[in-house]
């Protein structure tokens, strides 16, 4: 069901515009994600990512400017950008009524593909969730909900994917789970545009980085690139003491 | 897209359904509350209105049914309101799906689960002495009457479900229209009422709509009134549906 694949880059956003009323939300946004790369959006609270990200989803008009999602436009081919496209928004977008295998079959049978079953139980298999597939996801911690959400975004294997958020309120194991799940979304070809406030996080796993403020985008490089920004880092010898994250995860017990 | 408006619409319809099976406690409640407004004014207030009937939940039951619809409506609007705050219209929304089953899908799943309530009230009327010598064709008609009403206050239900700001707001609008067949003759016939309130009660939608169905339950003649109701309902449904729709197109603009 995947869209054709074109040779311009995965998302190509131009002098992008929004306001709500009078705030003017984005001022002119450019810039442009690889195929298969993991992009981060890095920005404060407020600072437009979400506009960003639902206006590349289809889901809001921009005021001005050009945005182009797997070679499609996303004001003039919007059907064809929701066939290349899954949103896994800001707060963990599950049916909290539904179990987490009837939310997968949901999301399979929506986008027209067969064999809703098969799919939804490979699914749960690769993200852990086959022991409380049958459990109701009102009854599901925020990482397992998370997860849930991302394996629904990735049915159908679309070829880009918006992450808004992915690791806002999740304990430190939930993080190093969704980091996992976008990893292997990129190692798969699939192009990742995140959206984030925890800067250690687009350190950890993005190709690129953009931060956008006030509007616009005010940097946008390689991690590499960005550390050049500043003067040439000095040598000083500091004790390295475990963080409170290490502790938590040497005692609960972490894989990674 | 729209070529799988129907198969995304019966998918759509299929999960609120589940929603509905999983919370019968929201179909009682509808169904609560005129059920006990109905033997309130059946065993306590019943025994002193003079309606000219021989049985007054026979009278009484088409306004009831009124009140079970107006009150059904507002969970529409609630699970539409949850729908649209979860974030999970997003998601839908972003997916290649004809967009406007979303919306079909809740007005569906508010037919089935105010036809249920319905059910359960004239069960417990029948209980209770409701008798009728309709016909097939006279119960038909009645259904139809309910289907179109309750379609028509759907729609009406999608437009605060689409723009409230709280849960309170999405279901308050339902008030206003639980109380508008105690001004009708629902409850009393209309000639006791003071001129004003009389020609209010005597020209707004509930007094046509239950006059239509007391009628076909008593096995009467069609008369003006059926034709009357028929086009309020419609009325109502076209503007509430044209209404819905464009809140529906600027909530998504």
Known sequence: ?256 | MTRHFFADTAVLTGRSLRHIARSLDTIITTAITPIAMMLLFVYVLGGAINTGTDSYVTYLLPGILIITIASGIAYTAYRLFLDLTSGIFDRFHSMPIARSSVLWAHVLTSLVANLISILVVVLVALAMGFRSGAGVLAWLAVGGILILFTLALTWMAVIPGLTAKSVDGASAFSYPLIFLPFISSAFVPTATMPGPVRWFAENQPVTSIVNAIRDRFAAQPVGADLWVALAWCVGILVVAYLFAMATYRRKLA
């Open chain 1, 1 to 256: 069901m995947t869209a054709t694949p074109t040779q311009a880059p995965a998302i190509h956003v131009q002098g992008l515009e929004k306001s709500y009323g009078k705030v003017e939300v984005l001022q002119g946004v450019d810039f442009d994600v690889a195929r298969g790369s993991i992009f981060a959006l890095l920005g404060s609270n407020g600072a437009g990512k979400t506009t960003v990200v639902k206006i590349l989803s289809t889901l809001l008009k921009a005021d001005a400017g050009t945005a182009g999602v797997n070679g499609f436009d996303v004001a003039t081919q919007a059907a064809d950008v929701r066939q290349s496209i899954s949103l896994t928004g800001q707060f963990a977008a599950v049916d909290e009524i539904l179990t987490g295998r009837e939310n997968l079959v949901l999301v399979v049978r929506l986008r027209h593909l067969s064999d809703a079953g098969t799919i939804a139980d490979d699914l749960l298999e690769r993200f852990g969730l086959t022991e409380a597939a049958m459990r109701k996801v009102s009854k599901y911690s925020g990482g397992m909900r998370r997860r849930l959400d991302i394996a629904m975004s990735l049915i159908g294997n679309p070829p880009v994917i918006f992450l808004d958020e992915p690791t806002t309120g999740l304990d430190p194991q939930g993080r190093l789970d969704v980091w996992q799940a976008v990893r292997d979304l990129a190692a798969s070809g699939t192009t990742v545009l995140l959206t984030t406030q925890y800067l250690d996080e687009a350190e950890q796993l993005a190709n690129r980085i953009a931060i956008l403020h006030g509007g616009r985008i005010i940097v946008d490089g390689t991690l590499g690139e960005l550390k050049q920004l500043l003067p040439p880092a000095k040598i000083e010898y500091v004790e390295k003491q475990p963080t409170l994250e290490d502790v938590f995860l040497a005692i609960v017990g972490s894989e990674s």
